[in-house]
């Protein structure tokens, strides 16, 4: 265990995904979503096998297992990137990353449902407490809840943004069961192959030549992307998750500093409020399942052979 280098690790991983997300942001004014999910996955690619060469297992990094598990999550990998994309063209980049931890409460709901895992009442609370807290970013964009009216387009980022959490949570339970059987490195280069692929069906709905920095851009976000792939696959080899997952929400102060200084968003207080609701059920239900997970160990630690 090295707490502290599974932390920095994490947090460079965290710094790394912001500052693609950023670039991406910046791109959306001139190429579409989908074109931005094929330069994030395909320049990802070379990153992971260099990582492999690096650790001299490209021969058995790559070997597949569970061929439809790389599938689905493949998919649904996919679709989640493709929705945020497309929800940081409309939305400020700190709103965007509130609203995509979504994905952790989903998770307990998924993991319920298609796992079988058993959810107590500590853990459900939380996940109502984060969907509230959803519901009060979203409030002052519903006019019929009182707030000042907006763009249409701010609602409609916002949905995507959602739906995109949902399939990232879906993508996150089939890496549960992948983990089990597959490499690390072939769980994030299939997803890189597999997105690249399913990006190139978008060409027909306007894709443009990216030039100058809009190119420059795109690449970027794809190595930076595959590194902090890296990060975070490492930071999870010197830590427990329950040490190293809390650090996900540092995300939120690096994307509002982001968000103001390069994009001049102010984040509004609903925002703020409903972000600190989210994080806060997020960690809770981060540290109860460490907490079940102790519980757990010790019982197979006692448990006789006959029991």
Do not use: N
């Not at 004014?29 to 330069?39: L, S």
């Not at 509230?132 to 949905?159: C, D, N, T, Y």
């Amino acid at each position: 265990m090295q707490p502290v280098k599974a932390i920095s690790l994490k947090l460079c991983a965290v710094v790394l995904f912001i500052f693609m997300s950023a670039l991406v942001k910046a791109a959306s004014d001139h190429v579409p979503a989908g074109e931005a999910v094929f330069f994030r996955s395909f320049f990802a690619i070379p990153i992971t096998v260099l990582w492999l060469v690096m650790l001299g297992q490209l021969a058995t990094g790559l070997r597949v297992t569970s061929v439809w598990g790389h599938v689905r999550r493949g998919v649904s990998g996919s679709v989640a990137v493709g929705m945020t994309f497309a929800g940081l063209a409309l939305l400020p980049l700190p709103e965007v990353t509130a609203l995509s931890y979504t994905s952790s409460l989903l998770i307990v709901i998924f993991a319920a449902v298609f796992l079988g895992e058993s959810v107590g009442i500590f853990r459900i609370s939380a996940v109502c407490i984060g969907l509230a807290g959803v519901l009060v970013i979203l409030a002052p964009k519903m006019s019929v809840l009182g707030g000042a009216p907006v763009e249409r387009s701010q609602i409609f980022g916002a949905v995507l943004v959602l739906i995109g959490a949902t399939c990232a949570a879906f993508a996150q339970i089939t890496i549960r069961k992948l983990v089990q059987t597959e490499h690390p490195a072939a769980i994030a280069f299939y997803f890189s192959a597999t997105a690249t692929a399913l990006s190139l069906l978008t060409a027909p709905f306007g894709w443009v030549w990216p030039v100058g920095w809009t190119a420059v851009q795109l690449v970027l976000a794809g190595i930076l992307g595959g590194m902090a792939q890296i990060f975070l696959t490492l930071s999870y080899r010197h830590a427990d998750a329950s040490v190293v997952a809390p650090f996900d929400y540092a995300s939120m102060l690096f994307a509002l500093v982001i968000g103001y200084a390069v994009f001049d968003e102010v984040p509004s207080a609903a925002m703020l409020i409903g972000a600190a609701m989210i994080s806060a059920a997020g960690i809770a239900i981060i540290l109860r399942e460490h907490h079940l997970g102790l519980k757990r160990g010790r019982a197979r630690a006692v448990r006789t052979p006959e029991g």
